[in-house]
């Protein structure tokens, strides 16, 4: 069965560096997310991507964040200068889109970011 | 925006026993509810959902029930078993938005 596959699993980084996080969603879907969940907290949605475009965001999702479809299969999320608050997993999610919304959304193994 | 409310927050029940979880929702455009199952260090799997046009759906010990009016939607677990042990997170997607919004989880403990 097809899954999402995230990239790395882990990321340890110094506070105010850039990290890209990399996501391959399954091939046929259409919508792509990023979610992030701080330990032992519940998920929260930060971006949604279609057509090449966000087409929603949270208020999580400030300026320090971006996101890039670079190609066919990758999909990756920017933050631009992490803050300690960053620290988070951070799963990525994606579904067909064909019954508007009330699909299945399929998520990545997540890629555990640390900032220090 | 949607606000999703889960509860209880954990729960300990024996090997055999049921285990309910329940949700309540506010955005009434709200119309498709899933329910995540994540064991620790690993990627929310979902187990069940349901849509807004039927009020009951059931896949072998795991159902799920929802009242529109009310606007509560709950989980319910037959027969639990020690690998049913895991946090549970419910979710609405309300209509337009399509982003999930998550409760807080529960956290299942089943006792052998």
């Known amino acids: 069965e097809p899954e999402v596959t995230q990239t790395p699993s882990h990321q340890v980084t110094q506070m105010g560096q850039e990290v890209i996080l990399r996501c391959v969603p399954i091939?046929?879907?259409?919508?792509f997310y990023w979610y992030r969940q701080i330990l032992g907290q519940k998920v929260e949605f930060l971006v949604s991507?279609?057509?090449?475009?966000?087409?929603?965001k949270s208020e999580i999702f400030d300026d320090q964040f971006s996101v890039e479809r670079p190609d066919g299969s990758n999909f990756t999320l920017k933050i631009r200068s992490t803050k300690l608050e960053d620290s988070a997993m951070y799963f990525c999610?994606?579904?067909?889109?064909?019954?508007?919304?009330?699909?299945?959304?399929?998520f990545g193994p997540g890629t555990r970011l640390l900032v220090l | 925006g949607e606000n999703v409310e889960q509860h209880p927050s954990t729960l300990s029940v024996q090997e055999g026993d049921s285990a309910v979880i329940k949700c309540t929702y506010s955005?009434?455009?709200?119309?498709?509810f899933p329910w995540y199952k994540q064991e620790l260090g690993k990627r929310p799997q979902l187990i069940i959902d349901?849509?807004?046009?039927?009020g009951e759906k059931k896949d072998q010990r795991i159902a799920v029930t929802l009242n529109k009016t009310a606007k509560h939607f709950s989980l319910h677990i037959t027969e639990t078993q020690p690998e049913d042990s895991a946090v549970y997170f419910c979710?609405?997607?309300?209509?337009?938005?399509?982003?999930?919004?998550f409760g807080s989880g529960t956290r299942l403990q089943v006792q052998p």
């Open positions: 955005d009434s455009a709200s119309n498709y």
């Open positions: 991507f279609y057509n090449n475009e966000i087409s929603e």
């Open positions: 349901i849509r807004s046009n039927v």
């Open positions: 999610a994606s579904r067909t889109g064909t019954s508007g919304g009330q699909e299945t959304q399929y």
């Open positions: 091939s046929n879907h259409l919508y």
């Open positions: 979710a609405a997607n309300p209509t337009g938005r399509r982003a999930l919004t």
